[in-house]
């Protein structure tokens, strides 16, 4: 069955950076790109960023741009997300997520179960 | 603030049907983009229940449905369960500057 497997918690200090993985397995890795969004406390969903495993190419929102890389190994089918000066208001759950992108067409099936990071002082 | 409005929470006893409201803007919804949604139970990952504005994913329950007009879409969960308690989000392709994706806020199920 198709899966996105994600690295553990982590607990990151203030100005810190994380880096955070997804595995993916059961489909054709670069037949899909990769999404991140993320999820404070009690809030909602918010994108981050996305890129494609098939070229490297990447977009991102505007709120991360600068803060935020997303890369990928196409010969272990994993997808990394490095999020950088972390900040308090970063402590999130960072879900990966298949990403099905045509054009202005864009959905999300399925998602990782969620890497928990916690930045702290 | 989300981009797409979504009401916070709906209640509704077993069996019953409740919508949940998913509003727009001429830069997403308004601008005939699809919209999908997404199941979230307490504790775990969200779960695409629609996609495409009206299309269930295979194992999704007929009783959820998808709808969209002009500048909003809704989802409707009809003959509600207690396992339908939840929080579900809207999602829609967005060409503003705080796109490509915008998410609804969220709205909490409860079941009665």
């Known amino acids: 069955q198709i899966q996105l497997v994600q690295s553990g918690a982590e607990v990151k200090k203030s100005g810190a950076s994380v880096k955070v993985s997804c595995k993916a397995s059961?489909?054709?890795?670069?037949?899909?790109?990769i999404s991140w969004v993320r999820q404070a406390p009690g809030q909602g969903l918010e994108w981050m960023g996305w890129i494609s495993t098939y070229n490297g190419d990447s977009k991102y929102a505007q709120k991360f741009q600068g803060r935020v890389t997303v890369t990928t190994d196409t010969s272990t089918n994993t997808v990394y997300m490095e999020l950088r000066s972390l900040r308090f208001d970063d402590t999130a759950t960072y879900f990966c997520?298949?990403?099905?992108?045509?054009?202005?067409?864009?959905?999300?099936?399925?998602w990782g179960q969620g890497t928990l990071v916690t930045v702290s002082s | 603030q989300s981009v797409l409005t979504q009401p916070p929470s709906v209640s509704g006893a077993p069996g019953q049907t409740v919508t949940i409201s998913c509003t727009g803007t001429i830069s997403n919804i308004g601008a005939g983009h699809d919209v999908h949604w997404y199941q979230q139970l307490p504790g775990i990952a969200p779960k695409l229940l629609i996609y495409g504005n009206t299309n269930r994913p295979s194992g999704v329950p007929d009783r959820f449905s998808g709808s969209k007009s002009a500048t909003s879409a809704s989802l409707a969960i009809s003959g509600l369960q207690s396992e339908d308690e939840a929080d579900y989000y809207c999602?829609?392709?967005?060409?503003?500057?705080?796109?490509?994706?915008?998410f609804g806020g969220g709205t909490k199920v409860t079941v009665l």
């Open positions: 999602q829609s392709y967005d060409t503003s500057l705080s796109g490509p994706v915008a």
């Open positions: 997520t298949r990403t099905k992108w045509f054009g202005e067409l864009l959905w999300f099936d399925p």
């Open positions: 059961g489909y054709t890795f670069i037949n899909y790109g």
